[in-house]
Each structure stands twice: as structure tokens, then as C-alpha cells.
């Protein structure tokens, strides 16, 4: 989905699922936001008695199950990466290891409609944001002087009106 029209300058605010915050502004519009998310990659070590010596799979996720064909004693562990099944074996209960990778996290891209990357950043998932046009606040918010930087803030109406309702609400009664 693009935003803002041809010559608006364009603010896209941010903010990540650790509560970090960001703001970029490109004077080059319209832009398109694009999110996306990777899971973490583990190592999975576990001893497969069918086969000879320890097994070690990577993958995103795992799920065990009790399989007809594992014999007694035995498990089956499916491995998963980023939810496609990349292993089914069966395995000694007691025997897996995980090695849990590093989270990967949430990314957050600005391009132009033509395709030019204008801004990346990661963080923690999920990532949520909204777009400003012309103003640089985003719609269905006004624009107020600020005496902290940047210089204004950016007011939601919606949520500042049902404040509003709810204080009058309790002076009427």
C-alpha cells in the first residue's frame, strides 16, 4: 500500500514490541511501508536409535508426538523451519538438546513505489506504525505546537474526544 501524494512530505512513526520508538521522514513520496518477520533459528541435538550416532537439525520450532512406527521408548520429533516440516524422525525419550539462535525480530522497510529502499530498521516483534502526510501527523490526529522536539505533537482525535466525553460523562452526574 503507497502513502502520501507526490511532493508531501511523508513521516512514518514506529514503535516495537520492546517499546522502543522511532521516526523517519522522507521528503520523497509517495513511500511504501513494508513489515515482515523471521523466527530464530535453533540447533536440535537428540539420538535417533534407527540411525547411527546423535542427529543435529536446525530449524525454527519442533513438536513430539507418539508415532505407530517409533518403538517403545521412542518419540517422534517433528522439526519445523519457519513452519515448513523438515524432518520427522523418531527419537530416545530424554535425548533432545535444544540450542535456542539468536531472535531475529521484527524488520520495518521505507521504499519508494519505484523500489528504492529509503529506510530499514529491526527490533523486536511485533513492530507496529503509523504514515503522516503534508502535516506530518497521521490521519484522524491534529497538529499541535510542541515546545520539545520536534516542534509539535501529533493529538489523536478520537481518543482525545472520548476522554472528553467520558470527563463529561462523570461532571454531569
Same mark, same amino acid.
Given at each position: 500500500?503507497?502513502?502520501?501524494?507526490?511532493?508531501?512530505?511523508?513521516?512514518?512513526?514506529?514503535?516495537?514490541?520492546?517499546?522502543?520508538?522511532?521516526?523517519?521522514?522522507?521528503?520523497?513520496?509517495?513511500?511504501? %511501508?513494508? &513489515?515482515? /518477520?523471521?523466527?530464530?533459528?535453533? $540447533?536440535? @541435538?537428540?539420538?535417533? +536409535?534407527?540411525?547411527?550416532?546423535?542427529?543435529?537439525?536446525?530449524?525454527?520450532?519442533?513438536?513430539?508426538?507418539?508415532?505407530?512406527?517409533?518403538?517403545?521408548?521412542?518419540?517422534?520429533?517433528?522439526?519445523?523451519?519457519?513452519?515448513?516440516?523438515?524432518?520427522?524422525?523418531?527419537?530416545?525419550?530424554?535425548?533432545?538438546?535444544?540450542?535456542?539462535?539468536?531472535?531475529?525480530?521484527?524488520?520495518?522497510? %521505507?521504499? &519508494?513505489? /519505484?523500489?528504492?529502499?529509503?529506510? $530499514?530498521? @529491526?527490533?523486536?516483534? +511485533?513492530?507496529?506504525?503509523?504514515?503522516?502526510?503534508?502535516?506530518?501527523?497521521?490521519?484522524?490526529?491534529?497538529?499541535?505546537?510542541?515546545?520539545?522536539?520536534?516542534?509539535?505533537?501529533?493529538?489523536?482525535?478520537?481518543?482525545?474526544?472520548?476522554?472528553?466525553?467520558?470527563?463529561?460523562?462523570?461532571?454531569?452526574?
Amino acid at each position: 500500500m503507497s502513502y502520501c501524494q507526490v511532493g508531501e512530505i511523508a513521516t512514518v512513526d514506529y514503535t516495537f514490541g520492546d517499546g522502543s520508538k522511532g521516526r523517519f521522514i522522507s521528503e520523497d513520496s509517495p513511500i511504501i %511501508v513494508e &513489515t515482515s /518477520s523471521s523466527e530464530s533459528s535453533n $540447533t536440535y @541435538n537428540y539420538y535417533d +536409535p534407527n540411525l547411527p550416532g546423535n542427529r543435529t537439525v536446525k530449524g525454527t520450532s519442533y513438536t513430539t508426538e507418539f508415532r505407530s512406527e517409533c518403538q517403545q521408548g521412542q518419540t517422534a520429533i517433528k522439526i519445523y523451519n519457519n513452519g515448513e516440516l523438515i524432518t520427522l524422525s523418531c527419537f530416545l525419550a530424554g535425548s533432545l538438546t535444544t540450542q535456542l539462535g539468536e531472535i531475529q525480530g521484527c524488520s520495518l522497510k %521505507v521504499n &519508494t513505489v /519505484s523500489g528504492v529502499n529509503l529506510f $530499514t530498521v @529491526n527490533g523486536k516483534c +511485533p513492530v507496529n506504525f503509523t504514515v503522516g502526510c503534508g502535516d506530518n501527523c497521521p490521519e484522524g490526529s491534529h497538529k499541535c505546537t510542541h515546545n520539545k522536539y520536534p516542534g509539535y505533537c501529533c493529538v489523536p482525535c478520537k481518543e482525545v474526544g472520548d476522554r472528553l466525553k467520558n470527563m463529561a460523562n462523570k461532571v454531569g452526574r
